[in-house]
């Protein structure tokens, strides 16, 4: 079993609506979560992060933890083709070491 | 303006050598890592540093050494050891250890081709 574990993908929603990525961790001990975007060919960039219970919104993106469940969420409401992408899931076991997910395709079709 | 800047953005490694890669930030972070992305893969960990003059083994960290002398560098060496060494590597940084709440953030990344 991977730590960090998201579906690859491509998912593909049309412009307007919500796409919904998911990510399961395996350690019950970690403590931060994060959601970086990575266009093609370009380094990740912080999109949000998430460290209690429940959601948190930014904007058109919420993100939603439920650490008994042991997922984590990104919700991209009023999707756009600029949010096409790769969105790469990173937990925060100990120290200050992330573990990222493989990531998960998103295609915004206009 | 302040950011991590690595370079070259672009490298070739030739059979037998080593090269460096540079990673230099000026965002008075404590904490700096080393990340390769392979196609279709995620980030795998290959050195970090969490102080000056101290760091740690990643998960994959065979074939590869690194240095921290100065707070605001954290060269990346390949060595010829690394017998697959194509690959999109990132260096990152944070605030610094005790600060668990804080996420790393990346450099433009440098990518390396065998010769």
């Known amino acids: 079993q991977k730590e960090v574990e998201q579906n690859s993908g491509p998912l593909s929603v049309p412009e307007g609506a919500i796409a919904s990525l998911n990510c399961t961790y395996s350690d019950r001990g970690s403590q931060s979560f994060f959601w970086y975007r990575q266009y093609s060919g370009k380094s990740p960039e912080l999109i949000m992060s998430i460290y209690s219970n429940g959601d948190k919104e930014d904007g058109r993106f919420t993100a939603q933890l439920n650490k008994a469940s042991q997922y984590v969420s990104l919700l991209i409401r009023d999707s756009q083709p600029s949010d096409s992408a790769t969105y790469l899931c990173a937990v925060r076991k100990y120290g200050n070491k992330l573990v990222f997910g493989a990531g998960t395709i998103l295609r915004v079709k206009s | 303006d302040g950011g991590i800047t690595q370079s070259p953005k672009y490298l070739f490694r030739k059979e037998g050598q080593n090269v460096t890669l540079s990673c230099e930030q000026n965002?008075?972070?404590?904490?700096m890592y080393w990340y390769r992305q392979d196609p279709g893969q995620g980030l795998r960990l290959i050195y970090y540093?969490?102080?000056?003059?101290?760091?740690q083994k990643g998960d994959i960290a065979e074939g590869y050494s690194v240095s921290r002398e100065k707070k605001e560098s954290f060269p990346l060496t390949v060595t010829s050891a690394q017998k697959n060494p194509t690959a999109f590597y990132l260096c990152a940084s944070s605030i610094g250890s005790g600060q668990f709440n804080q996420p790393q953030h990346f450099g433009d990344g440098t990518r390396l081709s065998i010769l």
């Open positions: 965002l008075n972070h404590d904490a």
């Open positions: 540093s969490q102080i000056v003059n101290d760091f």
